[in-house]
């Protein structure tokens, strides 16, 4: 009878915690929701702005504005963010504007900045007002490939960065172009759009989206739509293709133009490869979603692309899919073991935040040995 009392006393202990866990999570879901939807409704519509262009560039949140605006005013924000302005500008007048240090000691580059350059490249770090940015830059061009995960005709899943890395032999590389990705939930089995590797065409789906290549002069070109007609013929070895619109810095007939995108204040996890008029290529990714670095805006990107003296940009996939790879990274800059997370000991050099493993992606632009 006593065990019976006991047993019986327990069940309502837990059952009254249960009740108040289940209450005070459904407070906390209310208040959140409140507090959400009084900021994007508000007097402040930058701000709300913000909100709605920064959850957009997630395949996880895209749906979340929808919970607290109405359709058409979401659109219409969308909508704004994809008009530009084309500012014409001279790339001697830029400089870093940024605060750049080499990972690891906390000094600033120095007056050569090949002097001490490992692998043949330049791997800084770079401190903007709502991100972290990661910098690798590339002397010889020739070594800039576009990596594939598959023939992309078995249906195979795509592959993770740190896994293509050493399947190629290559040294460091970025994450590519876009893919199939409802919800979050994609696989990287295949790309969208236009897609060139190691000197073929290897993926063509006719959709018009923004296209980055580098043809067999080793020369970077930037688009907002191509036909694999005029690919061919511009002799394009390596390419993949990323949502429209996403031109940031374009050199043509000698003029270079930079593409600003006013409405577009959304901050998030970026990636972005761009080419100086020394061949010199630039590889960005950004980290986001944390307190310290909220993530970078499209214009950020131009700016920091501009102070690397890029004179051909363009964006790449961002969110939970921008990452950077590059191996053995921790040693060759004597960084401290210890802090680094399992991803980062795997090579990925950028702070991965999501709540799965790293993506799996179709395409990467991956860096030779030299």
């Given at each position: 009878?006593?065990?019976?009392?006991?047993?019986?006393?327990?069940?309502?202990?837990?059952r009254?915690?249960?009740?108040v866990?289940?209450?005070?999570l459904?407070f906390?879901?209310?208040?959140?929701?409140?507090l959400?939807?009084?900021?994007?409704?508000?007097?402040?519509?930058?701000?709300?702005?913000m909100?709605?262009?920064?959850?957009?560039?997630?395949s996880a949140?895209?749906?979340?504005?929808?919970?607290?605006?109405?359709?058409k005013l979401?659109e219409?924000?969308?909508?704004?963010?994809h008009?530009?302005?084309?500012?014409?500008?001279?790339?001697?007048?830029?400089?870093?504007?940024?605060a750049?240090?080499k990972p690891?000691?906390?000094?600033?580059?120095?007056?050569?900045?090949?002097?001490?350059?490992?692998?043949?490249?330049?791997?800084e770090?770079?401190?903007?007002?709502t991100?972290?940015?990661?910098?690798?830059?590339?002397?010889?061009?020739?070594?800039?490939?576009?990596?594939?995960?598959?023939?992309y005709?078995?249906?195979?899943?795509?592959?993770?960065?740190?896994?293509v890395?050493?399947?190629?032999?290559?040294i460091?590389?970025?994450?590519?172009?876009?893919?199939?990705?409802t919800?979050?939930?994609?696989?990287?089995?295949?790309?969208?759009?236009?897609?060139?590797?190691?000197?073929n065409?290897v993926?063509n789906?006719?959709?018009?989206r923004t296209?980055?290549?580098i043809?067999?002069?080793?020369?970077?070109?930037v688009?907002?739509?191509?036909?694999?007609?005029a690919?061919?013929?511009?002799?394009?070895?390596?390419?993949?293709?990323?949502?429209?619109?996403n031109?940031l810095i374009k050199?043509?007939d000698?003029?270079?133009?930079?593409?600003?995108?006013?409405?577009?204040?959304?901050t998030?996890?970026?990636?972005?490869?761009?080419?100086?008029?020394?061949?010199?290529?630039?590889?960005?990714?950004?980290?986001?979603?944390?307190?310290?670095?909220i993530?970078?805006?499209p214009?950020?990107?131009v700016?920091?692309?501009?102070s690397?003296?890029a004179v051909?940009?363009?964006?790449?996939?961002g969110?939970?899919?921008?990452?950077?790879?590059?191996?053995?990274?921790?040693?060759?800059?004597?960084?401290?073991?210890?802090m680094?997370?399992?991803?980062?000991?795997?090579g990925?050099?950028?702070?991965?935040?999501?709540f799965?493993?790293p993506?799996?992606?179709?395409?990467?632009f991956?860096?030779?040995?030299?």
């Amino acid at each position: 009878m006593t065990q019976q009392k006991s047993g019986g006393l327990a069940f309502k202990v837990i059952r009254r915690f249960l009740f108040v866990l289940f209450i005070a999570l459904l407070f906390a879901l209310v208040s959140v929701y409140t507090l959400l939807r009084t900021v994007v409704n508000g007097p402040s519509e930058t701000v709300r702005d913000m909100l709605v262009l920064s959850a957009k560039q997630a395949s996880a949140t895209k749906w979340l504005p929808g919970l607290f605006m109405n359709k058409k005013l979401v659109e219409q924000i969308e909508a704004s963010s994809h008009e530009v302005n084309v500012e014409e500008i001279n790339p001697d007048d830029y400089a870093p504007a940024v605060a750049v240090t080499k990972p690891g000691d906390g000094n600033a580059a120095p007056a050569d900045p090949w002097e001490n350059a490992i692998d043949g490249m330049r791997f800084e770090t770079v401190s903007g007002a709502t991100f972290k940015a990661y910098v690798l830059l590339v002397r010889d061009p020739s070594r800039i490939y576009v990596a594939t995960s598959s023939d992309y005709k078995s249906g195979k899943a795509g592959s993770r960065i740190y896994e293509v890395g050493p399947r190629d032999g290559a040294i460091a590389g970025i994450n590519g172009g876009e893919f199939e990705d409802t919800g979050g939930t994609g696989n990287g089995a295949l790309p969208f759009g236009l897609t060139y590797s190691q000197g073929n065409c290897v993926w063509n789906d006719g959709s018009k989206r923004t296209f980055i290549g580098i043809d067999r002069n080793d020369r970077l070109f930037v688009a907002n739509s191509m036909t694999k007609a005029a690919a061919d013929e511009m002799g394009i070895r390596d390419a993949v293709s990323f949502q429209t619109d996403n031109v940031l810095i374009k050199e043509e007939d000698g003029k270079v133009s930079a593409f600003y995108a006013d409405d577009n204040n959304g901050t998030a996890q970026r990636t972005a490869v761009g080419q100086a008029r020394d061949g010199t290529f630039i590889l960005i990714v950004t980290d986001g979603r944390t307190a310290s670095s909220i993530g970078a805006t499209p214009n950020d990107i131009v700016d920091l692309m501009l102070s690397y003296g890029a004179v051909n940009a363009g964006m790449l996939d961002g969110g939970s899919s921008a990452m950077m790879y590059y191996e053995n990274y921790y040693s060759k800059y004597k960084l401290d073991e210890s802090m680094l997370d399992k991803y980062q000991k795997l090579g990925i050099v950028n702070k991965y935040k999501a709540f799965t493993d790293p993506r799996r992606m179709p395409t990467f632009f991956m860096v030779r040995p030299e």
